[in-house]
């Protein structure tokens, strides 16, 4: 078979992706609902600040958890994977107010002066995540973000064939009446519980405090931060337990224990005067909770959220028909904490409905994986755990953490001011979806440790997912075959194939699983190339598409309906070839 060109490839794998991912949306494959009978896997991620679309970190981070996801899947289990938007804080506060300036200083559009035309610009920033030049000025205005990014990102991670249940996405500021609830009642609770103490405090050295509206006043000629905080040092003997408890990366577990020991006090407020988008206290309006203290615990709240909110932004009532005022904190500690309600305690659903709720959010809790960045060690992680291990019973703790450094381009490092950010869209299109995904797989380079996408590892990524469609049109279109019986060689070398990749998911190590996918199209390649027996091609087609479906997932569909006439989805009905012919006869 002669080899074709890459820019070819990457159009045909793109009209691919395009046309399954249709069909995923339309046989809603990726929504995950309870089932008894069917184990569960949830997994989360810290979402990101909505002031601009996702780049190549992010979709790296949420690729850990995806990956994951797409293995469960093939074991049977019933899977949950969301997506909320966060919306809240000072780094949208940072962007706006720094935009409004720029457009105050140099006009609209700004004329930069020459010596300023090479440095980073919130307008330049802007126009570079794709919003046209005649809306900037909207984005002065920090509400304006999350009525914006979401359907953008959200279409993105749709292209990048995500595994996603969008019906529960949600946006997380106080003009979302469902989520703002929920906050209260976690900061109520903290409180209730004497957790919470108000007074000035050291400013803590993070990104998230180091640019407007911190609240600091001065005592004793230094510098205090003014709010309310957690104690996070006198906790790290909890949070330390809960660490241990899961099955994590060494080295991760063991830096954010010591952060834990370091951090005295957590920050979790600001003042209103500050002007970020947040959610006011109920005993003390004067005070937000901010962007590291609203999404401690938004995977608790996301198993249950479309049971609430009938849209993004909680404008509208969700399948239970619960109004926000319903949600009491007797509504929350029952749902969550298992608390019975009190004699007498009325809502306006029948209690059947209350009941649902709190089995849904039983059935998903605690998360099964949280992929993170390591650079969230020293902050979020351990307002998660904090709240997490402070709030939630010990059986719906997290159960798996997994921490990667930062992603390199090339060997460099993304900047803003640098110019070197690639959004998430610009590379599907210069590559893919799948052939993008192939190659931040291989972008791992351990734990908490740097990671580093190469250009030509994702065109290496291309050749590959293009020999694998160049076997199926083999397969399709060859009509001499040889009569030959299987070769137990090829059996046992697929078998064999199949027992490593098993090994490396089983491990989250989907570097490794990459590379035994890769071998396994490069076995395929050398079949078509020889003499072959249909039998073993389409076994070995049926394996590469399972064992690859995790990292892959349009190209592995593609192969499974179109190319070997499987009714259903691959999602929803691929299983982990654990021996080939039972694989093989399950969807004949």
């Known amino acids: 078979m002669e080899k074709a060109n890459v820019s070819e490839v990457v159009l045909r794998l793109k009209a691919v992706e395009e046309a399954e991912q249709l069909v995923w949306q339309q046989e809603k494959v990726f929504e995950g609902n309870p089932d008894p009978t069917k184990q569960k896997f949830h997994a989360t991620w810290p979402f990101i600040t909505i002031n601009g679309r996702m780049h190549l970190g992010h979709a790296f981070t949420f690729l850990q958890a995806d990956f994951a996801v797409g293995f469960t899947r093939l074991l049977g289990k019933e899977c949950l994977q969301t997506f909320p938007f966060h919306a809240s804080g000072a780094p949208i506060l940072h962007t706006a107010v720094a935009l409004r300036e720029e457009l105050s200083k140099y006009g609209d559009p ?6 300023k035309k090479d440095e980073f610009a919130w307008y330049k920033f802007l126009i570079s995540q794709g919003v046209p030049p005649d809306r900037i000025s909207e984005f002065t205005d920090p509400a304006h973000y999350q009525h914006y990014f979401p359907e953008v990102i959200r279409k993105e991670v749709t292209r990048l064939g995500a595994h996603v249940d969008w019906r529960r996405s949600f946006v997380t500021t106080n003009e979302n009446p469902y989520y703002d609830k929920f906050i209260q009642w976690v900061y109520g609770t903290l409180k209730r519980k004497n957790l919470l103490q108000f007074g000035s405090i050291p400013p803590v050295k993070h990104e998230y405090y180091s640019d407007l509206a911190v609240g600091f006043t001065e005592e004793g000629g230094e510098e205090q931060h003014l709010c309310y905080s957690v104690g996070i040092q006198e906790n ?7 660490l241990k408890s899961m099955k ?12 834990a020991t370091k951090q005295k006090r957590w920050p979790c407020t600001r003042p209103v005067t500050s002007g970020i988008t947040g959610h006011p206290l109920i005993w003390d309006k004067e005070h937000l909770v901010d962007s590291l203290g609203d999404p401690w615990l938004h995977n608790y709240y996301s198993t249950i959220s479309y049971q609430l909110q009938g849209d993004w932004y909680g404008t509208t009532q969700g399948m239970m028909h619960l109004p926000p005022e319903a949600l009491t904190n ?10 019975p309600l009190p004699s007498g ?12 709720i709190a089995e849904e959010f039983q059935y998903w809790s605690g998360a099964d994986i949280l992929a993170t960045g ?3 060690n020293d902050g979020l992680l351990l307002g998660f755990l904090y709240g997490m291990t402070q709030i939630m019973p010990e059986k719906h703790w997290l159960k798996c953490l997994r921490s990667n450094g930062y992603l390199l381009l090339d060997g460099e490092k993304m900047s803003k001011s640098a110019g070197m950010v690639t959004t998430l869209d610009e590379s599907i299109d210069l590559y893919g979806s799948d052939a993008l995904r192939l190659a931040l797989a291989q972008a791992w380079n351990g734990e908490l440790a740097d990671a580093n996408f190469s250009s030509a590892t994702a065109v290496s990524a291309v050749a590959t997912l293009g020999d694998l469609l160049a076997c199926c049109d083999y397969y399709a279109c060859n009509s001499v075959w040889h009569a030959e019986p299987s070769d137990v060689r090829v059996q046992q070398l697929l078998h064999s194939k199949v027992d490593t990749a098993r090994a490396a998911y089983d491990a989250y190590e989907f570097k490794a699983a990459a590379g035994v996918c890769i071998g396994l199209i490069a076995d395929l390649r050398a079949q078509c190339d020889g003499v072959c027996v249909k039998r073993d091609l389409r076994d070995a087609l049926e394996v590469a598409a399972l064992v690859l479906s995790p990292l892959c997932p349009a190209v592995c569909e593609h192969v499974w309906r179109r190319v070997l006439g499987n009714a259903s989805s691959i999602v929803t009905h691929g299983r982990w070839p654990e021996t080939l012919r039972a694989a093989s006869s399950e969807n004949h």
């Not at 305690?345 to 649902?356: D, I, S």
């Open 110 to 115: 700004p004329q930069f002066p020459p010596e």
């Open 236 to 242: 790290a003997g909890v949070i330390t337990k809960a």
């Open 248 to 259: 994590c990366c060494e080295k991760s577990a063991a830096e954010i224990a010591a952060n």
């Open 330 to 339: 007797e509504f929350w500690d029952y749902v969550f904490l298992g608390t």
């Open 345 to 356: 305690c009325e809502f306006p659903v029948p209690p059947a409905r209350l009941q649902q």
């Open 374 to 376: 390591r650079d969230l």
